[in-house]
């Protein structure tokens, strides 16, 4: 017979109380374990799973080494040995960072999260100092998971610093986050003022197109948006203008933009509209498939959906980019498409208002027939600039010429042989300038490319000449109403030297030739530095004072708001 255990055999047994007591005490013993901030509730459960509350005792005074009172009295030896408070508390601080940053745990960090069971009091006094926000900041960024991190992005945003959070990756995971963001950035984008329009617009799209997500997400929330006909018409833009910046980080969002709008119900014309976008290419059979569908008398689908920016630029280059090659017996389709594009529009009642349509496309295909030459002479030019100029007032003609003039003058090849041609080319910038505001910055901008090119094959006198004329063109635009991104433009060319001083020189002499006050704020600050540079207006100086510098120095002084003088308090 087996004997019985003796009461030996059960030494080692512990009830389940005992093995959770002995966990508690081993939290007592961890170094300075009574400084934890969950340690009351720790030794509370110690004392009601029936544990000694002197060996408790015992344990929490001998782990206890007191590191954050040796800290303080090592920071008093700082400031005795001549260390600045706040130098002392940044030290304080990046240390304590690094050491964050170095043995974060996720894991661990929900676990006290999750027992906390509401806001830990810490976490709301952390977000209220900018150096553990940023620390948070840079926690999300490699633990994007972290359920107690989220949290605390939620709390920094609800806390109003939304706006200190700029990475779109951290914001993507969290909607409430990536929403206050997308509604602060719409908010820039209707309160920016011209200049400062781009800018904005180029911190929206960093933000929405940082993924498929955000960018379906933001898309959406665009589509909701309620408000009148302006609004409709601002939310389309701006709806595009996303859709550009996506194209151009080489996002394919093509069947996702089509599908917003509205697209999809046309099956035929959803395929032949993708095929296109998505490669950034035309081609003849889906042309005519557009051309069937909107050249029926009957029913044609809505104009918006031609009037897609990328679509509208591949249709221009392909008739008015010199030496374009369009198969001659679908050239009419191209023709008809674009002109249907730019000039019909669907009227409240559903049907579409075609009046202008046929004046446009003999506007385009007059237009077409001088810039789809390739080599025009100055000769031939010549004789074309009066046509060219009768069909520039529509604005699709003159969108074309510019571009035409753009790969004209851009050529690398063209300085080189038909120098002569180019003042006629500027001209016709200078007439577009005239007519349609809207294509200002294209003008600008090519301009730009055309001021800071090289021109090896010109001797230097001819390449200042040339950029001297280009100048005089950068002033026509001025006067035409851009004022304040052409000012901008030659201020930042100062400040960088990349332009002349000479020429800087001539677009100020210019300007004070043509301008006359009052003057306003935003143009004395991007103006003024230039008159104040006696670099650039030395010359332009007399010893009397009555030169346009001098007037105008004075006129901005007298426009300056006073300062009120403080009364010094005692």
Not at 524 to 532: A, G, N, R
Request: charged letters at 20%.
């Amino acid at each position: 017979m087996a004997e019985a255990p003796n009461a030996e055999g059960y030494e080692d047994y512990q009830t389940e109380d005992e093995i959770k007591q002995q966990e508690c005490i081993t939290v007592f013993s961890t170094k300075d374990a009574i400084l934890e901030p969950g340690i009351s509730k720790t030794f509370e459960r110690f004392l009601d799973l029936g544990g000694n509350a002197d060996e408790g005792i015992q344990a929490l005074s001998t782990s206890f080494v007191g590191l954050p009172q040796m800290i303080n009295v090592l920071l008093e030896w700082l400031h005795t040995a001549g260390y600045r408070k706040r130098e002392i508390q940044s030290m304080v601080e990046e240390h304590v960072k690094l050491l964050v940053l170095r043995h974060f745990d996720p894991k661990k960090a929900d676990l006290i999260f999750t027992e906390e069971g509401s806001t830990p009091s810490w976490l709301e006094e952390m977000i209220g100092y900018p150096t553990w926000r940023k620390l948070f900041y840079q926690l999300v960024e490699q633990y994007p998971d972290c359920l107690m991190l989220k949290f605390a992005m939620k709390l920094i945003s609800d806390a109003g610093y939304q706006s200190e959070i700029t990475s779109a990756s951290t914001a993507s995971h969290q909607p409430e986050v990536f929403s206050g963001l997308l509604r602060n950035a719409l908010m820039q984008v209707t309160a920016a003022r011209p200049a400062e329009l781009q800018d904005s617009l180029r911190e929206l799209s960093q933000l929405v197109c940082h993924s498929q997500h955000t960018y379906f997400y933001s898309q959406t929330v665009l589509q909701l948006l309620e408000g009148g006909e302006g609004l409709a018409d601002f939310r389309r833009w701006l709806s595009q203008e996303i859709q550009r910046a996506a194209h151009s980080r080489r996002h394919e969002v093509t069947n996702m933009s089509l599908h917003f709008m509205g697209v999809g119900s046309h099956s035929r014309l959803f395929e032949a509209l993708g095929a296109m976008l998505s490669r950034s290419a035309l081609n003849p059979a889906d042309i005519s498939i557009l051309h069937k569908h909107y050249s029926d008398e009957g029913d044609p689908p809505p104009v918006q959906f031609l009037q897609i920016p990328q679509l509208l630029e591949l249709l221009v280059q392909a008739l008015f980019k010199p030496g374009s090659n369009i198969n001659p017996d679908h050239k009419e389709k191209y023709l008809y498409i674009l002109a249907y594009a730019a000039s019909v529009y669907d009227q409240p009642s559903g049907v579409a208002y075609k009046e202008e349509l046929e004046g446009t496309k003999k506007a385009i295909e007059s237009a077409h027939a001088v810039c789809s030459r390739i080599n025009v002479s100055y000769a031939e030019l010549q004789v074309e600039i009066p046509t060219l100029f009768e069909y520039i007032k529509h604005p699709v003609v003159s969108m074309g010429v510019l571009r035409w003039v753009e790969f004209t003058l851009t050529d690398p090849t063209f300085f080189e042989v038909a120098a002569e041609s180019s003042a006629l080319f500027l001209v016709l910038l200078d007439e577009i300038a005239a007519s349609h505001k809207l294509q200002h910055p294209f003008i600008l901008a090519l301009l730009k490319r055309l001021i800071e090119g090289s021109y090896p094959t010109l001797e230097e006198n001819v390449q200042l000449e040339l950029k001297r004329s280009l100048v005089d063109h950068l002033v026509q635009l001025f006067s035409c109403g851009y004022v304040l991104p052409v000012a901008d433009y030659v201020h930042k060319c100062m400040a960088m030297e990349t332009l002349d001083n000479s020429l800087v020189r001539h677009f100020v002499s210019e300007v004070l030739g043509i301008i006359q006050p009052p003057y306003s704020p935003d143009f004395m600050t991007v103006f003024l530095p230039l008159v104040h540079n006696q670099e650039i207006t030395g010359p332009l100086m007399n010893a009397e004072g009555t030169d346009p510098v001098s007037l105008f120095i004075v006129e901005c002084s007298k426009s300056k708001p006073k300062r009120k003088k403080r009364t010094r308090m005692l």
